[in-house]
């Protein structure tokens, strides 16, 4: 394979594909911790950038995700950190890497502690996450750490909070890393980056780390960076114009689900479950531990010290607010993807299947810290039993084949949720919400400037689920659990719900609303007709 890359100085061709880390001058002891990782080879942004780096030079390395961009600045930096520990009483971190968001922030941490201690090396990493307080931040710089990871606006807190001193930066910070540079502007932290850079020496080296190419990149670069050699890699089994690697496959079939979101407006959770009810989508993701469950929660957390001597009163169930009093139809299986907190919130939760003589099922995943709680539940519910039955079960299909296959796709998926990513959803489903009300359509025609400001707020990235993740492929499930599939279909079949994909709705489907992107609260005509379909 031959990758060519260019560089703001000079061409560079990687044309040994099969390049050692050895061969990259990396010492020993990185060397034994990539091996104890059983990462084998330099993957090719590896192979150009780390020799450059070493060097000292400022680089900016565009490469597609899951490149291997991370240990492509990491073991250098690492490397160089190692010949310089002790060498001055510095004051700041020598080595500081930022990262538009905390999970990130996390992530790189946890990768440069893992290689520090397979090290067996004198250095201290820490991070500074905006949960911390002022007094966890200049704890965690204390030492001083000799890198720091971070989002800029953490930096910029720690340095109006005067955790941080602008002195210590000019004087110890020898390395700069901006990791996921390509998203670093549009979260906003134009400005942290601005206040920080004031105080970075001339002689610390620079280096950008991005997946794409934009105008953000090249700005951050004429901010920070030196003259720096720009590598721009292809993709493995890719030219550098294809979005997609070659050696990726792709799938996509749409199922048909919604989410069910405890923070939205009540009849915005009615009209979604009515389209449930009536058969729109198959599957409804909820949340049903509403704030005011929680407030109530952590007020009576505070006040349990005051009350220990008292009778305490039978503790509000959290999970009530969505649940009670809501009626699903044909729902056949509830999962509880996280422990509900009360026997009542369990018993609520998979109360929405079974419903009158109809059959269900349950599957709740226990996490180890769960186990304790569920141990409790369980003991509760064979308590009122009338008869020997295991009420809950160990659930027989789990098998380890049908999780291990599908846990690379989980994970895909975990990754891809983001706090953010959910704020903005949020966000976009309530301004969908005003938009379509019919409470504040009189507001808006008697206030259109409302309505304009508001169709022309700023647009929120809500992201199409990737294409790849919308179905399970047949070739990743195994044979029991396809068995089960089929199963379950035939179950449904046989308990008089045979409609088959897109049968119903039919309607409803022309007007093409995906429920993932849009929630509008419909007027009362457009209700009633759900209604009528689902008496059907
Ligand atoms: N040389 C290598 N050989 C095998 N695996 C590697 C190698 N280098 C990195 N990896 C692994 O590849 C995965 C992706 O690496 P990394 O997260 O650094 O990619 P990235 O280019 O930063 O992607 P993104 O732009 O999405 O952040 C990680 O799990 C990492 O441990």
Not at 462 to 475: F, N, T
């Amino acid at each position: 394979m031959e990758n060519s890359t260019t560089t703001q100085k000079e061409e560079i061709e990687v044309d040994e594909d099969n390049q050692s880390f050895e061969e990259l001058s990396l010492d020993p002891r990185l060397l034994r911790a990539l091996i104890k990782k059983g990462i084998e080879k330099p993957t090719p942004i590896q192979r150009v950038a780390i020799p450059l780096i070493l060097e000292g030079k400022d680089v900016v390395a565009r490469a597609k995700t899951g490149s291997g961009k991370t240990f492509a600045y990491l073991l250098p930096l690492l490397q160089k950190l190692f010949s310089d520990t002790g060498s001055n009483n510095r004051l700041g971190p020598s080595a500081l890497v930022l990262v538009p968001t905390r999970e990130l922030c996390h992530q790189v941490y946890s990768e440069v502690n893992s290689i520090i201690e397979l090290c067996r090396a004198q250095l201290k990493v820490a991070q500074l996450t905006s949960t911390m307080s002022t007094i966890e931040m200049k704890q965690a710089l204390s030492g001083p750490a000799d890198i720091l990871v971070s989002t800029p606006a953490c930096v910029h807190t720690c340095l109006k909070a005067g955790a941080l001193q602008p002195k210590a930066i000019q004087e110890s910070l020898s390395m700069l890393v901006l990791d996921e540079a390509d998203l670093l502007l549009s979260y906003g932290y134009e400005d942290d980056l601005r206040s920080l850079t004031a105080h970075v020496p001339r002689r610390c080296q620079c280096l950008l780390m991005s997946a794409t190419s934009s105008a953000d990149v090249e700005k951050l670069k004429k901010l920070i960076l030196h003259n720096p050699y720009v590598l721009t890699l292809p993709e493995v089994g890719g030219t550098n114009d294809e979005l997609i690697p070659k050696n990726v496959q792709q799938f996509w079939f749409g199922i048909r689900s919604a989410v069910l979101n405890a923070e939205l407006p009540q009849n915005s959770r009615l009209h979604m479950l009515e389209e449930f009810n009536a058969g729109l989508f198959d599957y409804l993701i909820a949340t049903d531990i509403s704030q005011a469950g929680k407030d109530q929660e952590v007020s009576e957390k505070k006040s349990e010290g005051k009350k220990s001597n008292k009778r305490r009163k039978p503790k509000l169930d959290a999970e009530f607010g969505v649940v009670r009093g809501i009626d699903f139809k044909n729902v056949h299986t509830v999962i509880n993807f996280e422990m509900p907190q009360s026997v009542a919130g369990y018993v609520h939760r998979i109360g929405r299947t079974g419903r009158a003589f109809a059959t269900g099922a349950s599957v709740s995943l226990v996490s180890p810290d769960e186990m304790e709680a569920f141990d409790e539940l369980k003991a509760t519910v064979a308590e009122k039993a009338s008869d020997d039955t295991n009420y809950i079960a160990p659930f027989p299909l789990l098998t380890k084949n049908a999780v291990e296959s599908l846990r690379y796709r989980a994970e895909d998926v975990f990754r891809s949720v983001t706090s953010f990513a959910v704020r903005e959803s949020r966000a976009q489903d309530l301004r969908n919400e005003m938009l379509n009300s019919e409470k504040l359509k009189s507001h808006f025609e008697a206030n259109p400037r409302d309505l304009d400001l508001l169709k022309h707020d700023k647009v929120l990235s809500k992201k199409e689920p990737p294409a790849h993740l919308r179905d399970v492929p047949e070739y990743l499930l195994d044979p029991t659990t396809q068995e089960a599939s089929k199963i379950v279909k035939l179950a449904r079949a046989a308990m008089g719900n045979n409609r088959k994909p897109g049968q119903q709705g039919l309607k409803r489907k022309s007007r093409k609303r995906d429920p993932l992107k849009t929630l509008s609260a419909e007027g009362p005509k457009q209700r009633k007709r759900v209604k009528r379909n689902n008496q059907k």
